[in-house]
C-alpha cells in the first residue's frame, strides 16, 4: 500500500522558516515527480514546487520562487519543501503529491497529473 506521509507543518509568525517532508513507504521515489501544493479555506489548490527525482530538476511557481526550495534525500525516501520568509499568505494545508516519469516539466502544478496524494499538513503563518 502507498502512503505519502507529510510533517513538519505548524505555526510561525512572518519571516519565519519552517521544513516541511514527504516521506513515502510502499512506494520509491525513483525517477518520480514529487510535487508539492497548497490549498486555503475557499482557495483551488495550487502547485508550488516539484522534483523530478530522476535528474533533481526543480520547478517553483511565481509566488514562492526565492523562497522554498524542494531536495530530495534518496536514502530516506523523502523529499523536502524548505519554506523561508514566510508571509501570512503563506497560510494553507500544504500536502505532497508523486507520479511516475518526467511530468513535472510540463505541468507540474496541476493535480490531475500525479497519482499519489498524502493528507496535508497544516501552516500558519502570523503577522
Known amino acids: 500500500q502507498v502512503q505519502l506521509v507529510e510533517s513538519g507543518g505548524g505555526s510561525v509568525q512572518a519571516g519565519g522558516s519552517l521544513r516541511l517532508s514527504c516521506a513515502a513507504s510502499g512506494y520509491?521515489?525513483?525517477r518520480n515527480c514529487v510535487g508539492?501544493?497548497?490549498q486555503a479555506p475557499g482557495k483551488e489548490r495550487e502547485g508550488v514546487a516539484?522534483?523530478?527525482t530522476g535528474n533533481r530538476s526543480t520547478y517553483y511557481a511565481d509566488s514562492v520562487k526565492g523562497r522554498f526550495t524542494?531536495?530530495?534525500d534518496n536514502a530516506k525516501n523523502t523529499v523536502y519543501l524548505q519554506m523561508n520568509s514566510l508571509k501570512p499568505e503563506d497560510t494553507a494545508l500544504y500536502y505532497c503529491a508523486a507520479v511516475s516519469g518526467a511530468r513535472c516539466a510540463r505541468s507540474f502544478s496541476n493535480p490531475p497529473e500525479?497519482?499519489?496524494w498524502g493528507q496535508g499538513t497544516q501552516v500558519t503563518v502570523s503577522s
Open 70 to 72: 524542494v531536495t530530495q
Open 36 to 38: 508539492w501544493f497548497r
Open 114 to 116: 500525479y497519482m499519489y
Open 28 to 30: 520509491t521515489y525513483s
Open 50 to 52: 516539484a522534483i523530478y
